[in-house]
């Protein structure tokens, strides 16, 4: 649509405003903008902090023109990024600026757009909330489409001058939503915990204690608080093929999101200084709560011992260890009796241990198929789909009170089951799982130590491990920076055992790369803009994949994460449509938004350094540089099962012998040619493991 030209959307007479501000007025339903005193209780009384709910805001005849003025004339950008996947419109704030032609083609939403802003309703709402007055010149709307799979993850919605966050309803008038298709608001309850220094911080729940579903003509509102207000939007449930349920039932949550803000300069209540005052304590307060010590799990990094001592490796034998491994047999008849146990033969070989170290020193990344043996995998694999098929307690406590997994916290930040090692007096007195087996037994020894040693021809001096199991429709990790100033050694084993995320065949796609099965353009582009999506049109995402992105410049330590909007996923990515990659070609952010990469043209780079999808039986080995951000997709209801894993984090020897600024000391930020590494171990190689 086209903008004014030359001309100024806010020079209006005070004749056309008190007009539009009367019009404004006629379209709420009668006698609501009388009933504060009614509102103002039920949201003073409400929980887990304070909301409301309105129903029947406006007249439905407006609602019902605005969602045919928006289904016949406006575009919606399919996006999707670590938080959210959505369709959005622009900014429907500056309706004003578009010409005669285009505003003829949405009169209701004008309308609608200009009651919800009225000084009217401005004072209801104020009124109701307590929050003090509202601007009217800053207004802040956009349309949201969620179709099955879309979905919102959990946030407080702090930035800048935001006061009262609101959602305002447009679903299908004809079809009442049904809660059990998901796209519900769901409000979080915080936990207060004291710090050392008697500070007081309150942390959001694992799990929701309120749910607001979807329905026509309902506006649902709350202010906006730091450290409180979280929230997030439940996935919208595709159909399920094997029930009743009428297929042309629309599941399409249309929706208007937007804020009101402080008041802006000139209004009533503006305050000079307030919004710069409010944007620099909500960025300050995001870099606070980077790393905060009542997250879950916590770091357990682990030292490991000196090869002929008991003592844990400190800077001064750091030297010795180093040339101790090197004097000593790389892997002795001991070890590789123990390895045999675990870890497919194949890769107990010199030749395939070269090829691997040769392949991960120019690369910095590599996934290796069929890692754990045919027999050791084989119960891993019976053990995982029998504990899928028992369930699971509904509530975190729940869950840590009667199975040997926690949960992860805060949900803000993450949310997945984990189990961390026991310590050594606990070990032998709890009946391993082979998970526990990998997590206690292998991972930690000198023996996968010394492997991991010769797979990527550096020396580590400690550990951390964690086994996560991300539950279909419940879990996912947000993106998040390293901020070590040394590259950190990290290996991922997927063990997930169930087929169709995208991870299958893997090698067998990559040998095709003329191929595009995404569906979309060139390379997996998707266009740019579509109509709204029809029900179940869209290609699923089940998400569970693990991204490494290019972040902010490894120099920079303003922060450790993804901006407010979250780190934009390639579509050949959300759908699975790219397979395992391991690249090591250093890739920079849009300098505009440098957390916030852009999906870009197939001859530029869209910020991916190394990816894989949810799968059985590999591992990845990656090494991460200062800035590059990490992040486990969240898994879609749809998905076929849960995403299994264990992850380690190790550190790294430095070598004195190289400078800091070659290719083997550094990790995913180096820049060379772009080139995948993928090994897969025979099958037949297994028979006698």
């Given amino acids: 649509m086209k903008r004014k030209a030359d001309e100024d959307p806010g020079q209006q007479s005070v ?85 005669n032609s285009s505003l003829k083609l949405l009169p209701s939403l004008l309308a609608l757009r200009d009651a919800l802003y009225s000084s009217s309703f401005r004072g209801f709402l104020s009124s109701v909330t307590g929050v003090g007055l509202l601007s009217g010149k800053k207004t802040d709307m956009a349309i949201n489409v969620y179709t099955p799979g879309c979905h919102l993850l959990c946030h407080d919605d702090v930035i800048g001058s935001r006061r009262v966050s609101y959602i305002l309803y447009l679903t299908d008038p004809d079809g009442p939503w049904k809660p059990e298709w998901g796209g519900a608001l769901r409000l979080y309850p915080t936990i207060v915990h004291k710090m050392g220094n008697g500070k007081e911080v309150k942390v959001p729940s694992p799990d929701f204690s309120v749910s607001i579903p979807p329905a026509f003509n309902q506006l649902s509102f709350f202010a906006v608080q730091p450290g409180q207000s979280f929230h997030d939007v439940e996935e919208v449930y595709a159909h399920n ?126 996934c290796l198929g069929n890692f754990l043996s045919k027999r050791f995998a084989e119960s891993l694999k019976e053990y995982i789909t029998q504990e899928e098929s028992r369930g699971l307690p509904s509530t975190a406590q729940d869950i840590g009170n009667t199975t040997a997994w926690q949960v992860a916290r805060p949900p803000h930040k993450h949310r997945f089951l984990y189990q961390q090692p026991l310590g050594a007096k606990l070990k032998h007195d ?35 491990l964690c086994a996560r199991r991300f539950r279909r429709g419940k879990d996912y990790t947000l993106a998040t920076g390293y901020i070590g100033d040394e590259s950190q050694l990290e290996i991922i084993l997927a063990t997930t055992p169930t087929h169709g995320w995208g991870g299958d065949d893997l090698v067998a796609e990559e040998e095709t790369p003329s191929a595009d099965k995404s569906g979309g353009g060139k390379n997996g582009q998707a266009k740019d803009t579509t109509t709204i999506p029809e029900n179940d049109a869209e290609e699923p995402s089940f998400g569970g994949y693990v991204a490494y992105m290019a972040g902010d410049d490894a120099d920079d330590d303003s922060d450790d994460g993804a901006g407010s909007d979250g780190v934009e996923v390639p579509p050949d990515l959300s759908t699975g449509a790219r397979a395992s990659r391991a690249s090591g070609q250093k890739r920079k952010a849009d300098k505009a938004d440098p957390a916030v990469y852009k999906a870009t043209a197939e001859d530029e780079d869209d910020g991916v350094l190394f990816s894989m999808p949810a799968c059985w039986n590999t591992l990845g080995i990656i090494l991460r540089d200062k800035g590059v951000m990490r992040f486990v997709k969240y898994v879609s209801q749809q998905a076929p099962g849960d995403r299994w894993d264990i992850v380690g984090e190790f550190g790294i020897v430095p070598d004195n012998d190289q400078s800091s600024g070659s290719e083997a000391a550094r990790g995913l930020n180096i820049e060379h040619e772009e080139s995948e590494t993928e090994i897969e171990s025979s099958e037949g190689d297994d028979d006698d493991a």
């Fill in 241 to 366: 093929s094997g029930s009743k349920e009428d297929v042309n039932e629309s599941r399409v949550r249309m929706a208007i999101s937007g804020w009101y803000h402080i008041p802006q300069e000139g209004e009533d209540g503006y305050v000079e200084g307030l919004e710069e005052s409010l944007t620099e304590r909500s960025s300050l307060q995001q870099l606070q709560s980077s790393g905060d010590q009542f997250d879950r799990p916590l770091p357990r990094m682990q030292t490991y011992r000196a090869i002929d001592n008991e003592e844990p490796v400190s800077a001064a034998i750091k030297g010795t260890l180093r040339q101790s491994n090197q004097d000593e047999t790389p892997l002795s008849e001991d070890d590789l009796e123990f390895l045999l146990k675990y870890i497919a033969p194949t890769y107990l070989t010199p030749d395939t241990l070269e090829s691997v170290s040769d392949s991960f020193s120019e690369e910095c990344s590599i």
């Fill in 430 to 464: 709890v009946e391993r799982s082979p998970i526990q087996d990998l997590l206690w037994t292998l991972l930690p020894s000198r023996a996968f130590r010394k492997w991991l040693d010769l797979a990527t021809g550096m020396t580590l001096s400690s550990y951390d």
């Fill in 15 to 99: 004749t056309k405003k008190a007009a539009v501000e009367a019009n404004g007025s006629r379209r709420f339903r009668e006698g609501l903008l009388q009933q504060v005193d009614e509102y103002h209780k039920q949201y003073d009384a409400s929980q887990p902090y304070e909301h409301g709910v309105i129903r029947d805001l406006l007249e439905p005849d407006l609602l019902r023109k605005v969602r045919a003025e928006i289904q016949e004339n406006l575009s919606f950008t399919p996006k999707e990024t670590d938080i959210y996947r959505i369709h959005q419109t622009g900014d429907l704030a500056n309706l004003d600026g578009l010409d």
